[in-house]
T-cell receptor
Framework: AQKITQTQPGMFVQEKEAVTLDCTYDTSDQSYGLFWYKQPSSGEMIFLIYQGSYDEQNATEGRYSLNFQKARKSANLVISASQLGDSAMYFCAMRALNSGGSNYKLTFGKGTLLTVNP | ETGVTQTPRHLVMGMTNKKSLKCEQHLGHNAMYWYKQSAKKPLELMFVYSLEERVENNSVPSRFSPECPNSSHLFLHLHTLQPEDSALYLC??????????????FGDGTRLSIL
């Protein structure tokens, strides 16, 4: 079974500052993928960044980077230079990476509500 | 045109009504999903279709009936729902390639309220 824990129900950050959103996970799978999604108040889930368990380097996508610490089972999202439009719910998720197996199931955490203040 | 389109965006229905949610993806993906998002709960996977065949059904009550007529369209037929079914229903799609599943892309969701 997989489990995602996001311990921060809410976070505040000043515009233009960096913020880290925490995510820890638990899994018995040897190979897995970690995802971060952003959900604005409109409801759409927007894919932000992906990290494979076998990736040696931390993933980066523009202002988003993933601080992946495999031994600690953490995959924190770092948003640099926060913008007002970054205010949203952020979800950490994971799934197994099994060739030919059932790798459809994406397990989500409960999310962190980020508010960017001007 | 957005990648995954859901209609309607909002739906209010009585417990005895029958309605359907529609999802269409324009990304050329071969797998589609229905998720339920209730307040203060993690997203729950409901159904998965891969190449138009249902490959996962997470113990969803029979009052929810999915249909996947082709790889671009996915429906969720609703019948005799309960108040606890009020939630945001999200559709997603992804590409299965050589057994590996790419990141899922989501629609805007349908916010469903049961009276």
């Amino acid at each position: 079974a997989q489990k995602i824990t996001q311990t921060q129900p809410g976070m505040f950050v000043q515009e233009k500052e960096a913020v880290t959103l925490d995510c820890t996970y638990d899994t018995s799978d040897q190979s897995y993928g970690l995802f971060w999604y952003k959900q604005p108040s409109s409801g759409e889930m927007i894919f932000l960044i992906y990290q494979g368990s076998y990736d040696e380097q931390n993933a980066t996508e523009g202002r988003y980077s993933l601080n992946f610490q495999k031994a600690r089972k953490s995959a924190n999202l770092v948003i640099s230079a926060s913008q007002l439009g970054d205010s949203a719910m952020y979800f950490c998720a994971m799934r197994a990476l099994n060739s030919g197996g059932s790798n459809y199931k994406l397990t989500f955490g409960k999310g962190t509500l980020l508010t960017v203040n001007p | 045109e957005t990648g995954v389109t859901q209609t309607p965006r909002h739906l209010v229905m009585g417990m005895t009504n029958k309605k359907s949610l529609k999802c269409e993806q324009h990304l050329g993906h071969n797998a589609m999903y229905w998720y339920k998002q209730s307040a203060k709960k993690p997203l729950e996977l409901m159904f998965v279709y891969s190449l138009e065949e249902r490959v996962e059904n997470n113990s969803v009550p029979s009052r929810f009936s999915p249909e996947c007529p082709n790889s671009s369209h996915l429906f969720l037929h609703l019948h005799t729902l309960q108040p606890e079914d009020s939630a945001l229903y999200l559709c997603a799609s992804s590409q299965m390639h050589q057994g590996y599943n790419q990141p899922q892309h989501f629609g805007d969701g349908t916010r469903l309220s049961i009276l």
